[in-house]
């Protein structure tokens, strides 16, 4: 696209950056429209205009229409993660929403171990097909799908619990019962509505986390092509498939940690590792430069904890906020942490520009994903363990046996022992006999 069209540095920064004006003016208003007409109309709406919007990136020619394209594109997508984050909290409760969103977030980056070998495909391949060069067939063969899955979703997907036809009266009851009395795992605000959310300082206090966190992220994504370049890698081709090794062992690595945290019902431990294993994993990969499989095995490492962390960020997001504030809650932390990605190019790439080592700045993403995982430590409190029931006190009755009735002799007769002496008499034991002689002492 650079090659191709006469734009120079400054109109392709100016779109870049105007794609998030967009995406942060109509994150909360999408949310809050979410809540009330439904997940279906919302997904419809996002992804069939943001699948023409990326179609259309494809036919611009001059800065303008670059600049009206990205600014439909950021507001086109604005609302859509967000969205799916409340919509889970529609069905899922908070024990199980951490393996959830992190299988739901695995798509992200599985998507990416085909998108590298897949774009470095149709940028090779594709070009000069039909008169269009390779990065326009990259917008198409990306928009398309877009659209035609928010059809789908229409179609499939159901609102609430209660709409779903596969769920029978019990089960809806159970689901519901389970989420009326959900409690989540890390200390909930209560706010009564999105006007007291907006009064919290922790609410902004998780936007930064996420600022933090996803400027790291995006430094990573840009500059992950030219740190494998840097390993003597050329091919366009070849850079995508090694791109897609630590996106694979990615994926494997946040579904285990999202299980983890719900098994062990913990969050915020879980999130401070996964933002350690990225900081300690581009250490090794800064330190082995010039070595091809440390280097990778180091981006291995860290892409476990980097594809993670935003999971856990969200799961957490979601049992922090109240129902009342969820829907304008998530989106606000959502569209304020997303200028982090806004940002962290341009500063990434004065330093680069100013050390003339693109490694100096990741020094910087290994400190802001260790600042994040401290802040939202600090900020965020896990939820006060539920006092056992108290056991009814034990009464200690003295039970009394009554004796039973001695045995009484049995009714035949039997024969006296002889007493001593030559005159003895003989003695038949009788039942009720007033005396007994010295036979029956005893009995």
């Not at 798509?107 to 090779?124: E, F, N, V």
């Not at 840097?230 to 791109?243: K, P, R």
């Not at 980097?306 to 969200?314: C, K, N, R, Y």
Request: with cysteine; hydrophobic share 50%; aromatic share 12%.
């Amino acid at each position: 696209m650079k090659q191709t069209l006469p734009f120079d540095a400054a109109v392709y920064g100016f779109g870049a950056g105007i794609f998030f004006v967009g995406y942060v003016l109509f994150e909360v208003p999408s949310n809050i429209l979410l809540e009330k007409i439904g997940a279906r109309k919302t997904l419809l709406r996002i992804m069939v205009l943001w699948g023409l919007a990326a179609c259309a990136m494809a036919f611009v020619k001059t800065p303008l229409q670059f600049y009206i394209v990205r600014f439909f594109l950021g507001a086109f997508e604005a609302g859509f993660f967000p969205g799916v984050i409340l919509y889970f909290t529609y069905w899922y409760p908070s024990v199980r929403r951490g393996q959830v969103i992190a299988i739901f977030m695995s798509a992200t980056t599985l998507i990416s171990i085909i998108a590298g070998p897949l774009c470095g495909a149709i940028l090779k391949y594709f070009d000069g097909f039909s008169g269009l060069h390779g990065w326009q067939w990259l917008f198409l063969v990306q928009g398309l799908p877009s659209s035609v899955l928010g059809l789908v979703c229409f179609f499939y997907l159901q609102d609430k619990p209660e709409q779903a036809h596969w769920l029978d009266e019990g089960q809806k009851k159970v689901l519901r019962d389970h989420l009326d009395h959900d409690q989540g795992l890390v200390a909930g605000a209560g706010h009564g509505s999105m006007w007291q959310a907006l009064k919290d300082p922790k609410v902004y206090t998780l936007s930064l986390v996420y600022f933090l966190l996803l400027g790291a992220t995006y430094t990573m994504v840009f500059w992950l092509p030219t740190l494998i370049k840097s390993w003597g890698i050329s091919d366009l081709f070849m850079i995508g498939i090694y791109a897609a090794i630590p996106n694979a062992v990615g994926v494997v690595g946040m579904v285990l940690i999202g299980r983890s945290s719900d098994r062990m019902k913990e969050r915020r431990w879980h999130f401070v590792m996964c933002t350690a294993i990225a900081a300690i994993g581009l250490a090794v990969t800064i330190f082995t430069q010039g070595n091809f499989a440390a280097s990778l095995v180091g981006l291995c490492i860290a892409t476990v904890g980097i594809a993670s962390a935003t999971p856990l960020f969200f799961t957490i997001t979601s049992e922090y906020l109240s129902k009342a504030a969820a829907a304008g809650g998530i989106a606000l932390i959502s569209s304020l942490g997303n200028l982090g990605a806004a940002v962290s190019p341009s500063v990434t790439g004065a330093i680069n520009a100013a050390t003339g080592n693109p490694v100096n700045s990741m020094y910087l993403v290994i400190a802001l994903y260790i600042v994040a995982g401290s802040l939202l430590l600090w900020a965020v409190k896990a939820a006060a363990k539920a006092a056992p029931p108290r056991a009814a006190p034990v009464r200690r009755h003295l039970v009394v046996v009554d004796r039973l009735p001695r045995l009484q002799p049995p009714p035949y007769p039997r024969r006296a022992r002889a007493t001593a002496g030559p005159a003895a008499a003989r003695h038949v034991c009788r039942p009720g006999a007033r005396a007994a002689p010295r036979c029956c002492a005893g009995r």
